[in-house]
């Protein structure tokens, strides 16, 4: 300020030094502003890009296994019914099968209609497929439906059905290395001269009853044993309660159960396992 008190122009220098600060802080400004810019575009693209490539890895279309061509099984006799099952598979998206069960022999056929007429209601079968180790790999429920043939009588059981997903993956299948079938079906009893004109031996006709004790279970062949060295072939439908019996004693670390055994006959015994109250049926093997 001069000697009268009034302000003095701003020098020239001073001008120059804001006028440069106002262009630097000026271009600062622009270049945040540009770069926001270019981080939003990019983090945009990116999103996109993202976006795009999860819908065109989910939108490719899953490749289709090969069908596997048909299979036939080996024929299996369910003796314990006095019936012999065939059983025929294929892969085509899924696990199909078809299973045709006939009596065992022609002396059974007027047997077998009159059981089928009379049970037909409460007829099945399950049908198990398993690895070489003789581990179940798979299992279906199925209802078969009865085929009439001559003389107005049925003659054979069949079924066409699926296996689902979880009962028979793809890869399991390709395992199955053999099968078996357990069957709710009344045992078949032949009605013809020939099949009662055959006499027992005094041991296979005499009844008997005895205690025993379980020592194993073959639940693939459906073997039983006891500790005095007999083996019994135990009824397919009820071969699950006597691996139980097997097991339960295993795992809970008991000692085999005690079993009382009646037989009619060789090849009629019922085996009561004393300490559940629970029985099988089965025939004197050895």
């Keep these: 300020m001069d000697e009268l008190g009034v302000p003095r122009p701003v020098t020239s220098e001073v001008q120059s030094r804001l006028s440069i600060g106002q262009r630097i802080k000026g271009f600062g400004l622009k270049r945040l502003l540009v770069a926001c810019v270019g981080i939003g575009v990019g983090l945009g693209i990116g999103i996109i890009a993202t976006v795009a490539s999860i819908v065109w890895l989910t939108s ?13 099984w080996p024929q299996l006799d369910v003796e314990g019914a006095g019936l012999r099952a065939k059983l025929k598979t294929d892969w085509n998206d899924s696990v199909r099968l078809q299973l045709l069960v006939t009596p065992r022999s022609d002396d059974l056929r007027a047997a077998f ?3 089928v007429q009379s049970h037909r209601d409460s007829i099945s079968f399950t049908v198990h497929l398993y690895d070489k180790a003789g581990f179940e790999l798979c299992k279906k429920d199925v209802t078969p439906t009865p085929a009439v043939g001559a003389a107005d009588r ?10 689902l997903g979880y ?21 078949l009893i032949a009605k013809t001269k020939t099949a009662t004109a055959r006499t027992a031996t005094p ?3 005499t009844p008997s009853e005895e205690d025993d004790t ?5 639940s693939y062949r459906g073997h039983l044993e006891t500790l005095s060295g007999k083996t019994f072939l135990v009824r397919e439908g009820e071969k699950d309660i006597a691996s139980m019996w097997n097991i339960n004693a295993q795992v809970e670390g008991k000692k085999q159960p005690r079993l009382h055994i009646t037989c009619k006959t060789k090849d009629d015994c019922v085996i009561e396992n004393t300490t559940n109250s629970q029985a099988v049926h089965g025939r004197r093997i050895g």
């Design 60 to 72: 490719r279309p899953t490749p289709t296994p090969e069908p596997i061509p048909a299979r036939d």
């Design 167 to 187: 009962e028979c993956s793809l890869s399991n299948y390709k395992e199955a290395d053999d099968w078996n079938l357990s069957y709710v079906f009344p045992a």
């Design 203 to 205: 041991q296979e006709s």
């Design 113 to 115: 209609n009159d059981a």
């Design 154 to 163: 049925i003659d054979e059981l069949q079924a066409n059905d699926t296996f």
């Design 214 to 218: 379980l020592t194993g279970f073959d």
